[in-house]
C-alpha cells in the first residue's frame, strides 16, 4: 500500500478551506464521535435537524465527511440510517 508523507497531508488539509459556524460544530462533532447518525449529531449539538442534514450534505460535497457503509439503526430512533465520519487525508 502507497504511503503519503505526512507533509502532503499537512498541505492537503490547509488547502482546504476553513471551516466556520454551524457546519464546523457538525465536523468537529463527527471528528470527536465517529459513526454517528444525523438524530445523534443533531441531540450532541443541540443544532435543528434539517441544519444538521444541510451541513452533513455540504460536508460530503465537500469530501468531509462520507458514509460509514451500510445502513445500520440509529440507537435513538431505532430506524436503519447511514452513519458518518471524518474523511481522512490520504
Known amino acids: 500500500m502507497h504511503k503519503t508523507a505526512i507533509t502532503s497531508r ?3 488539509l490547509e488547502f482546504q478551506p476553513k471551516i466556520k ?20 449529531i443533531h441531540i450532541g449539538t443541540g443544532i435543528e435537524i434539517g441544519c444538521v442534514t444541510a451541513r452533513v450534505n455540504e460536508l460530503v460535497n465537500d469530501d468531509r465527511l462520507l458514509k460509514t457503509g451500510e445502513k445500520s439503526p440509529c440507537p ?4 436503519n440510517v447511514y452513519k458518518w465520519e471524518v474523511r481522512l487525508a490520504v
Request: charged letters at 35%; a positive charge; hydrophobic letters at 35%.
Open 10 to 12: 499537512q498541505a492537503f
Open 21 to 40: 459556524g454551524r457546519k464546523k460544530q457538525v465536523y468537529d462533532f463527527v471528528r470527536a464521535n465517529p459513526m454517528v447518525s444525523n438524530r445523534e
Open 76 to 79: 435513538i430512533t431505532k430506524k
